[in-house]
């Protein structure tokens, strides 16, 4: 079996996506993307950015080139690695690909009349399936109307590295204490995070906290608000205002007791610290909604709160300060544990491109 991997950028965990697939055995893969990741050097063909596909003709040559890709080299499967940034073409050339099975991937979902037109129209073809992480977007697409939607669960791609890593060399090595409960905030600082509404409610915290927060934002005024915010208690957090590398993410996702994902109501998808907290067995501080709360509250992996809700997001930080450090995970949390390593994302992946 023949199968094109598309991907339009590497930026945050899609570059390692795309280089745990080529590993899925007894498959033939093709690439297109950026740059190569280790394929033959006739079955990888250079994406150039084509500024990120803003306009429908940069998108319409993006297209044909997949096309083109597929008729000269008989290809059997297309995957689209990033849905969610092509959904303002509603589709447009998906039919003329001829292939036995179109996969498309979707990291998010997000809600709004023409999103829901632009699902529907993405996935009109029968031979078009579509891949969520959650079971949570799962029943969202099923709500719209569309069927052919399966989930395979974002996995944990720094699985070893994460779970080898020592707690106490990590906190020391970030100058966070060994004695007293971390909250991290980790990786990009993005608006959806709702990052300044939670570091304002800890203003009022009575339970000893330490907070780490360690990831760039590309915003003046975040930060200037972000500084603000934590003025109060400056002396508590250790802050990392910069693009992290792979290993300083890992050594602060260790450093961490708490992993800070109390994301707002827009956000519904899968979440790299999320997720790479499990792995390493920290205690999960989430929103009650969408797939975060869902995922928190199923697996026993920590505590959930309302988004928008000052009093119950301290209310539960505090419980989770109190819990954090000696918090250690159930049988029904390492079940799921297990069921985000790499070797499960494959395994699945493999599963849907040959059913």
């Known amino acids: 079996m023949k199968i094109l991997l598309c991907e339009r950028s590497f930026e945050g965990h899609r570059k ?16 297109y993307a950026p740059q190569n990741i280790g394929v ?3 079955q990888y063909f250079k ?3 084509l500024e990120n596909l803003k306009s429908a003709k940069r998108y319409i040559l993006w297209i044909n080139c997949i096309k083109e890709i597929v008729k000269h080299y008989e290809i059997d499967v297309v995957h689209i690695l990033d849905g969610d940034g092509i959904m303002r073409y509603f589709g447009l050339g998906f039919p003329a690909l001829d292939v036995k099975k179109l996969v498309i991937t979707y990291h998010h979902f997000f809600p709004g009349i023409v999103r829901k037109i632009s699902y529907r129209f993405m996935n009109a073809g029968k031979n078009i399936v579509s891949i969520v992480h959650t079971e949570s977007v799962k029943k969202r697409f099923l709500s719209n109307g569309i069927k052919n939607v399966e989930v395979c669960a974002y996995p944990a791609f720094r699985f070893s590295s994460i779970a080898e890593c020592n707690v106490a060399e990590c906190k020391s090595e970030l100058g966070v204490p060994q004695d007293i409960a971390t909250i991290g905030i980790i990786g990009g600082m993005a608006p959806y995070k709702n990052i300044l509404f939670f570091l304002n409610a800890l203003r009022k915290c009575e339970v000893c906290f330490h907070i780490l927060i360690a990831g760039e934002s590309n915003d003046n005024l975040f930060q200037n608000q972000l500084l603000d915010a934590i003025e109060p208690y400056k002396e508590n957090v250790t802050l990392i205002a910069k693009r992290l590398t792979d290993d300083e993410y890992v050594t602060a996702i260790v450093a961490s007791d708490i992993i800070f994902c109390i994301y707002g109501r827009e956000f519904d998808g899968a979440s790299g610290p999320l997720t790479d907290g499990i792995c390493a067995g920290k205690f999960i501080l989430a929103c009650d909604h969408g797939s975060l709360g869902e995922i928190t ?4 992996l920590g505590l959930t709160a309302k988004c928008d809700d000052e009093a119950e997001i301290l209310n539960q930080t505090e419980n989770a300060l109190i819990r954090g450090i000696e918090f250690k995970y159930s049988e029904i949390a390492n079940r799921y544990r297990d069921s985000i390593r790499p070797e499960a994302f494959c395994r ?3 599963q849907i491109y040959l059913s």
């Open 16 to 31: 390692i996506y795309l280089e745990q697939l080529t590993k899925i055995p007894g498959i033939e893969f093709y690439v």
């Open 297 to 300: 509250s199923r697996y026993l």
């Open 348 to 350: 699945r992946y493999a």
């Open 47 to 49: 994406f150039e950015r």
């Open 40 to 42: 033959k050097e006739g």
